[in-house]
């Protein structure tokens, strides 16, 4: 661990953080309709040791509100005077569709397939511009908190590059149920990350517009346990006795059969296996059901919340587990995990983040 006592102030647009202090700063972004002047909101909490700058983003896509919730508890948490390095939170990325519950932007574009931005650009890319400028370029590290779309839940999962050895130990330490290698997307802030080199975790849990408390408390865990890894708090990352987690990279949605009622027999976090009934769709009297079957054994990481369904609808996402022999084994440690978790062949193509169906 880094552990010199004393190093310099950490200074961000017009503040000026001292060791061991925390401060909210406004970033200056855009100029609003009304003439109002909107800024990007930051906590920046200043170790008093030397250590890493890494940031913890929620909300850039607006109405993705789990990562505001972990972020309140993270400062609930966290002291500066206990800090090696740097945090810089931001709860609420995409100011503009958090305030107006809404994934885009007034302009409509999508925030995270906006990247790198422009000062003088769209009101999209001028906010990217501004979140790169001020946190992704200042930082070595950054852990993004999305939650799946409108009615919909994501069970609680890392998604990583496929490749990386560090990521994948980041991913074990942040210790979420499963681990998910997805393609990067062009314009998304892990795809310019990818381009800096900075790494990044992407966390996808529970469900747009609402707090789930097993959402919330596997991300408060998890970023702490990744602090820790990275010696920016003192305390176990949990890595010494580690579990081996479920790891993928193919998964694929079942849709609905029919238009109608929806009755769901199972749910995110389920082992499934192929031919397994997920559920029955049938009329609005119940007439005629028919079955939505599992195409493949799996887990199922995301499902429809929504009862009422249009035929060709999204309803579950499953994984296929990667090597599911060794899933939830004992390990004695992280290197020994992280042997058995790789996944046995290269990555397929999998369904990014949240993506909307
Ligand atoms: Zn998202």
């Known amino acids: 661990m880094h552990s010199r006592t004393s190093h310099e102030p950490f200074a961000i647009h017009d503040s000026v ?29 200043h170790g008093s040791n030397h250590g890493p700058c890494i940031f913890v983003s929620g ?16 400062l609930e948490r966290l002291a500066p005077a206990q800090l090696s390095g740097t945090i810089i939170l931001a709860p609420a990325v995409n100011i503009y569709g ?31 511009h501004c979140f790169l400028q001020h946190v992704i370029d200042r930082c070595s590290l950054g852990i993004d908190i999305h939650s799946a779309a409108v009615h919909r839940y994501n069970l609680p999962q890392i998604r990583i590059a496929s490749g990386s050895p560090y990521l994948s130990e980041l991913a074990m330490a942040f210790g979420a149920p499963i681990i998910i290698e997805s393609p990067l997307r062009p314009g998304s802030m892990r795809a310019l990350a990818a381009d800096r ?21 596997v991300g408060v865990a998890g ?45 995110s976090g389920d082992v499934v296996r192929e031919g397994e009934l997920l559920a029955r769709v049938g009329g609005l009297f119940g007439e005629n059901p028919e079955d939505v079957i599992s195409p493949t054994d799996g887990v199922v990481i995301g499902h429809a919340t929504l009862p009422i369904v249009n035929q060709g609808d999204a309803l579950f996402h499953i994984a296929e587990i990667d090597g599911h022999g060794h899933a939830g084994e004992h390990a004695d440690s992280i290197v020994e995990a992280l042997a058995v978790s790789e996944p046995p062949f290269p990555a397929a193509p999998l369904l990014d983040e949240d993506e909307v169906l």
Not at 17 to 28: D, K
Not at 204 to 214: K, Y
Not at 226 to 250: F, N, Q, T, W, Y
């Open 197 to 217: 080199e900075t790494p990044m975790l992407l966390l996808e849990a529970g469900e747009a517009l609402r707090f789930d408390r097993f959402a919330i408390e």
């Open 223 to 267: 970023v702490l346990r990744v602090l820790a890894h990275i010696g920016m708090i003192d305390a176990d990352d949990g890595l010494a006795d580690v579990e081996v987690p479920l790891r993928s990279s193919r998964s694929s949605w079942v849709r609905a059969p029919r238009g109608g009622v929806s009755r769901r027999e199972c749910k």
């Open 59 to 74: 909300a850039i896509h607006g109405d993705e509100i789990i990562g505001t919730a972990v972020i309140q508890r993270l």
């Open 17 to 45: 953080v001292a060791p061991g202090t925390q401060a909210t700063v406004e970033i200056p972004v855009s100029q609003q309709v009304t003439g109002l002047r909107s800024t990007l909101p930051l906590r920046v909490m």
């Open 98 to 128: 958090f305030a107006a519950h809404s994934r885009y932007l007034p302009d409509r574009r999508d925030l995270n397939r906006s990247f790198p931005g422009a000062e003088h650009g769209s009101l999209a890319a001028q906010l990217a």
